[in-house]
T-cell receptor, first 112, second 112 residues
Framework: GEDVEQSLFLSVREGDSSVINCTYT??????LYWYKQEPGAGLQLLTY?????DMKQDQRLTVLLNKKDKHLSLRIADTQTGDSAIYFC????????????FGRGTSLIVHP | DTAVSQTPKYLVTQMGNDKSIKCEQN?????MYWYKQDSKKFLKIMFS???????INETVPNRFSPKSPDKAHLNLHINSLELGDSAVYFC???????????FGPGTRLTVT
C-alpha cells in the first residue's frame, strides 16, 4: 500500500470547519507536513509538526498528531472559498534529510 | 519577487524529442530538488543537489539528466521523450538538506 494515504476529496460549506485526514506508515517519521497546492501553482508549505508534539495551532489551522495510530489531521476553522485547493500530507524520515514522502493530496472544495 | 521560478510553465512536444526545463532560486539556498507529479497527483522526488553535487538520484531513467551550473540553478534535461514522461515537474529548494522546501510553480510537460 501507499506510504501516506489521504482521502481524495472533501467538500464543505463556507464558514464551516474542514478536517483533512492523513495516515502514514513510517513510525520513525520525525516531521509531518501539510502543503497546499492552488490551481496552477506549486506547493506551499502550510505547517509542519515534529513527531514529539500532539498538536500545533497556527491561526485558523490546527494540526493534530496521533503517533500511536499514525494519524495526522489538518483542521481549517471558518473555511473560506480561498481555501479551495489540494492539500498534501507528507512525512519525512529521520537521518538529516527532509525529503518528504507525499500523499496523493485531498481536493478541498468550499461552497459559498 | 519570485523565490523559485521555472521555465517554461507549459511544454508540449513530440515523442523522441529532447527538452530542458530550467529552475532558478533567489533564496540563497544550498539544496535544490526536482519532483515529478503524475496524473494521479503522486509527487515523487527525482533528484536532489546540495552545493551543486548530486545527493539523491531516485529510480529515474537515465534519459533524465539534471545539471547544476551554480547553486542557484538546477536544470533538467530529458532525452528521447516518451508519452509516460507527461507530468508536472516541480523544482524546489531549501536552505540545506534539513530545512523545509520551497516549491516552484511547476512545468506541465505534455508529450504527444
Amino acid at each position: 500500500g501507499e506510504d501516506v494515504e489521504q482521502s481524495l476529496f472533501l467538500s464543505v460549506r463556507e464558514g464551516d470547519s474542514s478536517v483533512i485526514n492523513c495516515t502514514y506508515t513510517d513510525s520513525s517519521s520525525t516531521y509531518l507536513y501539510w502543503y497546499k497546492q492552488e490551481p496552477g501553482a506549486g506547493l506551499q508549505l502550510l505547517t509542519y509538526i515534529f513527531s514529539n508534539m500532539d498538536m500545533k495551532q497556527d491561526q485558523r489551522l490546527t494540526v493534530l498528531l496521533n503517533k500511536k495510530d499514525k494519524h495526522l489531521s489538518l483542521r481549517i476553522a471558518d473555511t473560506q472559498t480561498g481555501d479551495s485547493a489540494i492539500y498534501f500530507c507528507a512525512e519525512s524520515p529521520p537521518g538529516g534529510s527532509y525529503i518528504p514522502t507525499f500523499g496523493r493530496g485531498t481536493s478541498l472544495i468550499v461552497h459559498p | 519577487d519570485t523565490a523559485v521560478s521555472q521555465t517554461p510553465k507549459y511544454l508540449v512536444t513530440q515523442m523522441g524529442n529532447d527538452k530542458s526545463i530550467k529552475c532558478e532560486q533567489n533564496l540563497g539556498h544550498d539544496t535544490m530538488y526536482w519532483y515529478k507529479q503524475d496524473s494521479k497527483k503522486f509527487l515523487k522526488i527525482m533528484f536532489s543537489y546540495n552545493n551543486k553535487e548530486l545527493i539523491i538520484n531516485e529510480t529515474v531513467p537515465n534519459r533524465f539528466s539534471p545539471k547544476s551550473p551554480d547553486k542557484a540553478h538546477l536544470n533538467l534535461h530529458i532525452n528521447s521523450l516518451e508519452l509516460g514522461d507527461s507530468a508536472v515537474y516541480f523544482c524546489a529548494s531549501s536552505h540545506n538538506m534539513e530545512s523545509e522546501q520551497y516549491f516552484g510553480p511547476g512545468t506541465r510537460l505534455t508529450v504527444t
